[in-house]
Structure formats: structure tokens, C-alpha cells
């Protein structure tokens, strides 16, 4: 397969409009309350390990759950998944909801355990 398949095209669509943002700094603010960490993959991967920190509101419902959850339009936001495809999908359609802030784990879970950052269970 030489052409990016449609997942990929919608995935690189989005990361042309929305801000990425690394482990280790996604980890120093959600760590220091400056940012809301969330993780945006299905339960089953959220209860393999999941960031310290970090909320749950899967992929599947996050638009509908969100204002619930994060009132604060303005409110900082770091979105991750397992790769960075699903949470850069998440931040882009948050930002058309309005909110401000929000930025995508560049390589999600995959680039956190990468970095050596801590993982959790509940």
C-alpha cells in the first residue's frame, strides 16, 4: 500500500490543525495540575495502564461527556491514545466544540512508556 489509507489522510488533516505536545511535557503539567490529562482509548487499554493523572473518556464518547466533565472552555486539556491517531481526532473535534486548549500526546501511550514515564492501574 503506497497511498495512506483514509484513516491516515483524516488523522494527518487533523494534526494540520491541531498542537501536539510530548511526554514528558503532557507528564510535568498534567503532574503540576496545569493541564487535564485524558485518555481517550477503549476501557480494555485504559486497564492495561494508563498515565497518572489521568481521566477516562473513551474516544467513543468524549464529545458527548465532555462538557460534564470539563465545563471550562479555556481549561488546558492533553488528549492521549495509543499512537497519538485517535486523541489528534479527539483535539481537533474538541477545538470545533470550542474548546481553547487542547493538545494531542504525540505517540501516545506507545511515546510515554518510551520516555520511561510512569504508567498505572486502577
Known amino acids: 500500500m503506497d497511498q495512506p489509507n483514509r484513516f491516515q489522510k483524516l488523522v ?3 494534526k494540520q490543525r491541531i498542537t501536539e505536545i510530548s511526554a514528558t511535557d503532557a507528564q ?8 487535564r490529562l485524558i485518555d481517550v482509548r477503549e476501557e480494555s487499554e485504559w486497564n492495561d495502564g ?10 467513543g464518547a468524549i464529545e458527548v ?28 473535534n474538541l477545538q470545533k466544540m470550542g474548546y481553547t486548549n487542547v493538545r ?5 501511550m506507545r511515546a510515554w512508556k518510551e520516555a520511561g514515564l510512569p504508567v498505572t492501574r486502577d
Open 28 to 35: 510535568q503539567q498534567a503532574a503540576n495540575g496545569q493541564a
Open 104 to 108: 494531542s500526546l504525540a505517540g501516545g
Open 50 to 59: 494508563h498515565a497518572p493523572n489521568a481521566q477516562h473518556l473513551s474516544r
Open 65 to 92: 461527556e465532555i462538557e460534564d466533565e470539563i465545563p471550562d472552555l479555556n481549561q488546558p486539556i492533553i488528549c492521549y491514545c495509543g499512537g497519538g491517531s485517535r486523541s489528534a481526532l479527539v483535539a481537533d
Open 12 to 14: 494527518a488533516d487533523a
